[in-house]
């Protein structure tokens, strides 16, 4: 009994150490942590201090330029004779002027874009112009060498007066490319049996047709003459003279429609008095 109360246990002991060993390393801790939180607070009261520093002597010397700006203001304005509100005046105009020039400027990089976009689209259009010509110039080529193959194709028959060779045309289409050859005035005309009608600056009369043997008989009634041609045959020149200045005058019949009708063309020199109007042309 005595020995247990002379020699109590260890572990109590033990553990009060082990707390007393943490308060330390703790109370040791903050004292680090105070330590660097001080330096770190005198460094910033050291910038805060500099940059408060720097600041009264920007503060200083932005004082010091104030006065020396309001001192050559002065001296200015005494020199020109202007006061301050002249001076704000003319300090205004300056910056309209140059708020006028920018949007100047402006307005004509905008007038050259759009100058830029027009020629561009003018390009566009010509381009698309030179291809219409191209197809244009393309046609009348066709145009051409159609006509050149239609005069070649065109029969040539001597006339019944002079015995000269003579190109005719057996339809319409033949008659077109005799007019745009342009050496003489041609006239069409339709005639009716017994009728007597003004063809250019004469008159044709039919008095006989034959549709089966292609025959007819035809009166011609020109300067207050009168000239019979008589059985003469489809697609032969008849010829004739006729104005002051006798000119050789030709006609031409095409088709004997019935025994009471046939129909061709009056062929005049580029001379000829031309009528007033041409019934059936």
Not at 23 to 46: F, K, P
Not at 163 to 192: K, M, P
Request: contains cysteine.
């Amino acid at each position: 009994m005595t020995d247990e109360f002379e020699n109590p246990p260890r572990t109590y002991s033990g553990a009060l150490l082990a707390v007393i060993a943490a308060a330390l390393l703790c109370a040791l801790g903050g004292l680090i942590w105070s330590y660097v939180l001080s330096g770190r607070i005198a460094r910033q009261e050291t910038a805060l201090a500099d940059a408060n520093q720097k600041n009264a002597t920007l503060d200083a010397e932005l004082r010091e330029t104030n006065a020396r700006l309001h001192v050559a203001t002065d001296e200015l304005s005494r020199s020109l004779g202007l006061t301050q509100k002249q001076l704000d005046e003319r300090a205004q105009e300056i910056i309209q002027r140059e708020n006028a020039e920018i949007a100047n400027r402006k307005r004509l990089e905008a007038a050259q874009q759009q100058t830029a976009q027009q020629v561009s689209a003018v390009s566009s259009e010509v381009s698309s112009v030179k291809t219409d010509v191209g197809g244009v110039k393309t046609d009348v080529a066709k145009t051409q060498s159609d006509l050149a193959n239609t005069i070649s194709q065109l029969q040539s028959m001597k006339g019944d007066l002079s015995g000269q060779s003579t190109l005719i045309a057996r339809n319409a289409q033949e008659l077109d490319v005799l007019r745009h050859r342009g050496d003489r005035n041609y006239y069409e005309f339709t005639l009716n049996k017994g009728q007597k009608k003004p063809v250019g600056t004469v008159s044709l009369e039919l008095r006989k047709a034959d549709p089966k043997h292609s025959r007819f008989t035809l009166e011609i009634f020109a300067d207050d003459r009168k000239y019979e041609k008589k059985d003469r045959n489809v697609d032969e020149p008849l010829q004739f003279y006729s104005g002051k200045e006798p000119a050789l005058y030709e006609i031409v019949v095409n088709n004997i429609n019935s025994k009471n009708q046939i129909s061709g063309y009056l062929s005049t020199p580029k001379s000829a008095p031309v009528p007033p109007s041409v019934p059936g042309q």
